[in-house]
């Protein structure tokens, strides 16, 4: 089969362009630049993929889907899901799968990366692309599009949050990571890493996961608001019974097996820690 890949911004395509040559199939680069151009390059590749930014991601596929022709598989690499497989669900002459690679294009390998895939209409292209991952032990999980965006507010969109809001705090109180590296403890040295992996990426990518995600601003961001009145509540009135019982309550909801293995697993990650920074 051959492959397009169709970008604007986003620079996955490498990955891919790299991952499906290897397994034989014909694959092609268009964008806005690109001297083949993306609406002339649909109409001559079997598997169609839109890897591009999620800014641009429900605009390019309104502008180039209806010119796909019938029998081909549309497949989108789109971080941020529910509008743009609501629009891949208008088309019905051609197999529809909306997935999401849940990594990032530096690894080495698919084996145990995750691939969240809604499958609109799947067909024998899907089949054969699936059974490639499936081969490589990639973790391909199954779920709709507005469960995905449920998650992912969670999973990356909070968790972005908590990086942008420590590094605030950081610049604010105008310490240095030389300061902090002389007392901080395995839980900072942890989260000191995550900051500064986060921080050391493409802006414009987690800028869209802010923005983007309906779920996130209509749902969590209001519970950040409500959980930090809450805790400056407890906090400033020295109920320390209340402060044990939230933490508690938290900590029962994470299955004990889980926090052992988190604490061993950890412990073993900050021994490695010590040696490098």
Known sequence: MKIVIVWWTWTFWKFWKDYFTKKWFEVIISSRNSEIKPKDAILLWDVIIFSISIRNSL???????????????????????????????????????????????????????????????????????????????????????LKHDKIVSVVQSSVHFANLLLGHILKKENLSINEILAIWTPNSRMQMLILSRFLNQESSLYTDMQFFNEYYKNNILPDIQDYISLLEGIINSWNTQKFENEFNNLKNYIWQDFLNKALETTNIIDKEIKKIV
Do not use: C, R
């Not at 891949?88 to 969240?116: C, D, G, R």
């Open 59 to 145: 605009s390019v596929m309104q502008e180039l889907i209806p010119l796909i022709s019938e029998n081909k598989l549309v497949m989108d690499f789109t971080w941020i899901k529910s509008k743009t497989t609501l629009e891949l669900s208008k088309y019905t002459l051609w197999e529809v799968v909306a997935t999401h690679p849940m990594f990032w294009p530096w690894i080495k390998s698919l084996e145990n990366q995750n691939i969240a895939f809604d499958p609109i209409n799947p067909g024998e292209k899907w089949k054969i692309i699936s059974d490639i991952w499936k081969k490589d032990k990639a973790n391909l999980i199954e779920m709709t599009s």
